[in-house]
């Protein structure tokens, strides 16, 4: 199991990352367009989806690597059995959260696409398309979360600090 969601981590992550490709070639077109006195309908619309996408479907890998901003206030300053109840409370508040943003991410591309819904800008796309990389980032996300509270409440959630938090701190 545990390799299975790694692999839907690192899978989400490589994904993101052909879409910040994608929202680099896009630019580029753009640029190259305004330049070389064509166009490309809808472009800039499609680097604002590319853009989005990438950034949810890197939520899960993000949180898995440690490298989410944590306010660790209080958190730090207790120890033992309060720091303990304290991150499994977190956990679970951020695994009902991220579940809630989930379920509503899904629910609106399944509307979109159910309704018909298309961007009013010239490219006319279909909106459950680019709702799709919200969407799936946003059930990915829920699972690491939930991933983490269960390695919590077990004892084997290791707090990985990035060297950056913990050289600046």
């Known amino acids: 199991m545990r390799r299975a969601l790694d692999r839907l981590y690192d899978g989400c992550a490589a994904l993101a990352a052909c879409f910040m490709v994608g929202l680099l070639v896009s630019v580029l077109l753009s640029i190259l367009g305004r330049q070389l ?14 853009m989005a996408g990438a950034g949810f479907l890197a939520l899960a890998h993000t949180l898995k690597r440690g490298e989410h901003i944590r306010v660790t206030l209080l958190v730090g300053r207790l120890s033992g ?22 379920f509503y991410s899904v629910r609106l591309s399944w509307q979109s696409w159910q309704f018909h819904d298309i961007s009013t800008g010239n490219d006319a796309t279909p909106l459950w398309i680019p709702q799709l990389a919200m969407a799936l980032g946003t059930l990915v996300m829920a699972v690491a979360f939930v991933d983490e509270l269960v390695l919590e409440a077990r004892g084997r959630r290791l707090a990985t600090l990035p060297e950056e938090a913990t050289r600046n701190e």
């Open 37 to 50: 006195h064509f166009n490309i309908p809808g472009i800039d619309a499609y680097a604002g989806y590319l």
């Open 81 to 102: 059995r309060a720091q303990r109840v304290m991150e499994l409370w977190a956990l679970f508040a951020a695994s009902l959260l991220a579940g809630l943003t989930a």
